[in-house]
């Protein structure tokens, strides 16, 4: 896994590029990646609420 200081080096070689930039972009797709989980975790409960029948638990 690469280290944070390796990639603002990486970051910095490309012109016109800035650290801000670098960490916009991660806080962009770590904020995208918990979307999607977020999005995952929302259609299991969907499909559980489907195949129970009911917002109610179930007949135990």
């Known amino acids: 896994m690469p280290r ?4 603002r080096r ?3 070689s ?6 801000s930039d ?3 972009s991660v806080f962009q797709e770590a904020l995208r990646n918990g979307l999607v989980a977020t ?4 259609w299991f409960y969907i ?3 489907i195949g129970k029948g ?5 007949n135990v």
Do not use: H, N
């Open 4 to 7: 944070l200081s390796s990639l």
């Open 10 to 12: 990486a970051g910095g």
């Open 14 to 19: 490309r012109p016109g590029s800035t650290g």
């Open 22 to 24: 670098l960490q916009c």
């Open 39 to 42: 999005e995952v975790l929302m």
């Open 47 to 49: 499909g559980e609420i």
């Open 54 to 58: 009911g917002l109610i638990g179930y």
